[in-house]
């Protein structure tokens, strides 16, 4: 229904009720007497919290003041809800307010029944069904323009147990990867250290060295052996000389 037709009707009410003289217990406002918020409809959006609590804090002490914002932008939404710390304010904010001009336009001022912030249950059951259709492109891409109006998810989606699963799996083989890639990361350091590389240059030292005098051992031997045969065979020449 048409908001101002519920502005109109409402009046209409309670003019009714103000020229036949119903009591406080036959009024339409009884229903509401477990409730202390009102509901604020058609503010400008140019209004804040402040600007609520000097036109509506003339029926009441106020409790409460929750204008509802769009999350993306922060702008109002141009409703709010507001409670009383006295509920019988909240008849006189209906009964005075209702179809009253606030900052140039025509606000609609209603009881609410059973108030529990109707406006962060509805927004959490359009971001359920936002997720159930899936991820938002073009807001992946910085591309959306829609804000809280577009009809699929700004979030990441969540994940499944599956899904879960199989990251932790991807992170630890991650880990390990890491780690062995840090051992023989340390092993070339340890190797390319100036200590290791002293020890690597006196080991070729020591076996450079081990394979001189191997050499010359076996230099040594030939010649002895060669000095020997030589000797015998002078004793020969000898011999046949002789």
Known sequence: MNPLTLVKRTQKITSTEAALGISDEASWHAKYKDSAYVFVGGLSYDLTEGDLLAVFSQYGEIMDVNLV????????????????EDQRSTILA????????????????????KYKKKEEEDEDNDQEKKE?????????????NRGASCKFS???????????????????????????????????????????????????RKD????????DRQ????????????????RDRRSSRG
């Open 154 to 204: 700004h979030q990441e989606p969540r994940e499944t147990g599956d899904q879960q699963w199989g990251r932790k799996a991807s992170d630890s083989a991650w880990e390990n990867n890491k780690f062995d890639e840090e051992t023989r990361h340390n092993k070339r350091e340890r190797r390319n250290s100036p200590s290791s590389r002293d020890r690597e240059i006196e080991r070729k």
């Open 94 to 113: 209906v009964d005075n307010l209702n179809g009253a001009r606030v900052s140039g336009r025509i606000v609609r001022v209603d009881h609410v029944s």
């Open 132 to 144: 159930a259709r899936g991820v938002c492109y073009a807001f992946q891409k910085g591309e959306c």
């Open 219 to 234: 230099r040594n031997e030939k010649g002895s052996s060669s000095r020997y045969y030589d000797r015998d065979g002078e």
């Open 69 to 84: 914002r769009d999350k993306g932008t922060g702008k109002s939404k141009g409703f709010a809800f507001i409670a009383y």
């Open 208 to 215: 450079e060295r081990g394979l001189d005098r191997r050499d």
